[in-house]
T-cell receptor, first 114, second 109 residues
Framework: NAGVTQTPKFRVLKTGQSMTLLCAQD?????MYWYRQDPGMGLRLIHY???????AKGEVPDGYNVSRLKKQNFLLGLESAAPSQTSVYFCASTTGTSGFETQYFGPGTRLLVL | SQQGEEDPQALSIQEGENATMNCSYKTSINNLQWYRQNSGRGLVHLILIRSNEREKHSGRLRVTLDTSKKSSSLLITASRAADTASYFCATAYGNKLVFGAGTILRVKS
């Protein structure tokens, strides 16, 4: 099992450009999450999904969109990147019926917006 | 806003010593979890303690939970240089985990 993988590992964007971050998991997990991590801060939840075809807003959803067309994939989109979106982005997934359980994290995507 | 707050923000100890990190939170929880993050890597789950549990052990890790004080502690015994990392507590409520800002642990050899 590869676990949770993220693509790409690193990306540089110019202000106003768009991009999509891909998260894939091969553990048949229902719940998937996108977080951002900034220096000196913990992880902040951007969006999450409780199953295929569902999405919900987290703590900091503005400027991001997500889609969960397939159970194993969770896409995070930036339509018009801003310097404030420079961050490290982590995807996670978890099994179970409540979302309370252990989360498995990907290795992260470092995004720099100039 | 962050639910959990870790204390201290940073901790530096010698190899072989014990390291204690604390986490305080604000609302009722289903469970509390601790994660480790090595530099440049994703988070790795260490231990989960449910709201009806008071203490849990896993290898060199000991976690306590005091729901009346809304606090938890993580003890790493006989620390090793490889324990150098950031440690985060995460509280579970709703369909989500809410992470604190973390404690940076440095173990000197």
């Amino acid at each position: 099992n590869a676990g949770v993988t993220q693509t790409p590992k690193f990306r540089v964007l110019k202000t106003g450009q768009s991009m999509t971050l891909l998260c894939a998991q091969d553990m048949n997990h229902e719940y998937m999450y996108w977080y951002r991590q900034d220096p000196g801060m913990g992880l902040r939840l951007i969006h999450y999904s409780v199953g295929e075809g569902t999405t919900a807003k987290g703590e900091v959803p503005d400027g991001y969109n997500v889609s969960r067309l397939k159970k194993q994939n969770f896409l995070l989109g930036l339509e018009s990147a801003a310097p404030s979106q420079t961050s490290v982005y982590f995807c996670a997934s978890t099994t179970g019926t409540s979302g309370f359980e252990t989360q498995y994290f990907g290795p992260g995507t470092r995004l720099l917006v100039l | 806003s962050q639910q959990g707050e870790e204390d201290p923000q940073a901790l530096s100890i010698q190899e072989g010593e014990n390291a204690t990190m604390n986490c305080s939170y604000k609302t009722s929880i289903n469970n509390l979890q601790w994660y480790r993050q090595n530099s440049g890597r994703g988070l790795v789950h260490l231990i989960l303690i449910r709201s009806n549990e008071r203490e849990k052990h896993s290898g060199r890790l000991r976690v306590t939970l005091d729901t009346s004080k809304k606090s938890s502690s993580l003890l790493i015994t006989a620390s090793r240089a490889a324990d150098t990392a950031s440690y985060f507590c995460a509280t579970a409520y709703g369909n989500k985990l809410v992470f604190g800002a973390g404690t940076i642990l440095r173990v000197k050899s």
